[in-house]
């Protein structure tokens, strides 16, 4: 039942970006968090049932091809279009950043290739992002990049999680930058694409004692973590308060949610929510330049939601069965 928690990520992502908040926290940072243990997860299940060898990689890479950049491309594109037929408007401060400059070949190689996007501290390519939350799926993009070698391999995999697990604490303890290497960028945020993955590994192996020893260890990781940074004086840095918040919520649902039965619903759901992280920019901008209130925001998550439902139908679903085909080539192979 991993597509309504996904969906539910995807809106607190949207509403964290009409600036709401939840206590003063970011809610869109603690579901990246969710996102990223979710895609350690659900990538571990695939590569093990239909890529379970290094040679079969380009076969994983086309699947993700074929998941990720329709939908992406769609809404690239219509926010393209808006920009260049109507323009930011003076009175939405957010456009005056994200969209601040005209586009050059750079911007667009930027935007295309996606990857870009999550370097944007140094290549500046959030000055011109036409789907600002595309950094985490920079992150994402190179995590699958290294999935297929990594994520099959248990000491691989064991390896490159403690020295995640290293990176992510310097950025938690204020050592190094807490919101590029602790939220952003892959050597820190790997660690939580590990704990989905790990978890993964202990459900298809009917472990569920040790799953739930891993979850309940990671959340007493987690808050002693926290007590450590607070005392230190870092807790207070960008988003390590959010990061660990979003780990010892999302966690703990990934373990209870992810096998249970799936459900009709839930799979609408998770087939919306896509839509729904990759358009919420697009409407903000063109439907609500002066902002969006708070009684506002249902509305503003509705048409996300109306929007997000009509590209996965008419934009993503007639791809499907192109890739079902890959899998059933990658099983076959």
């Known amino acids: 039942m991993l597509g309504t928690l996904r969906l539910l990520l995807a809106l607190a992502v949207a509403a964290s970006h009409v600036d709401y908040r939840i206590f003063g926290l970011n809610p869109g940072v603690m579901a990246v968090i969710g996102f990223y243990l979710i895609s350690g997860y659900v990538m571990t299940g695939l590569l093990q049932r239909h890529y379970p060898s290094g040679q079969r990689a380009p076969a994983f890479y086309g699947d993700r091809a074929v998941r990720l950049l329709p939908q992406y491309l769609f809404y690239a594109f219509a926010t393209l279009l808006w920009f ?68 099959l391999h248990r000491w691989r995999l064991l390896a490159l999680g403690a020295l ?80 660990l918040l979003g780990l010892l919520l999302a966690f703990p649902l990934l373990q209870l949610l992810a096998t249970r039965r799936r459900q009709t619903w839930d799979e609408l759901a998770g087939d919306i929510s896509y839509g729904v992280f990759l358009n919420h920019f697009l409407i903000y901008w063109a439907l609500f330049p002066a902002g969006v209130r708070l009684e506002q925001l249902p509305l503003f998550l509705g048409l996300s939601i109306l929007l997000a439902w009509a590209s996965q139908r008419v934009v993503e679903k007639p791809l499907l069965r192109w890739r079902q085909t890959l899998r059933r080539k990658a099983v076959s192979a």
Not at 189 to 197: E, K, Q, W
Not at 218 to 243: D, K
Request: net charge neutral.
């Open 164 to 243: 995640a697990l290293g990176v992510y604490g310097l950025a938690l303890g204020g050592w190094i930058h807490s919101d590029w290497f602790g939220y952003r960028l892959l050597p820190g945020v790997l660690l939580f694409f590990f704990l989905g993955s790990l978890l993964q590994q202990l459900h298809q192996g009917g472990r569920e004692r040790t799953a739930w020893l891993l979850v309940l260890g990671t959340c007493l990781g987690a808050l002693l973590a926290g007590w450590f940074a607070s005392r230190h004086g870092s807790l207070q840095q960008p988003y390590n308060q959010e990061t």
């Open 84 to 151: 260049l037929y109507f323009g930011p408007g003076q009175q939405n401060p957010s456009l005056l950043y994200f969209l601040s400059r005209q586009p050059g070949l750079a911007d667009l190689f930027n935007n295309l290739s996606i990857i870009p996007l999550n370097y944007y501290m140094w290549l500046h390519s959030d000055r011109f992002t036409l789907l600002p939350p595309a950094w985490s799926l920079g992150a994402e993009i190179q995590f699958y990049l290294l999935a297929p070698f990594i994520l």
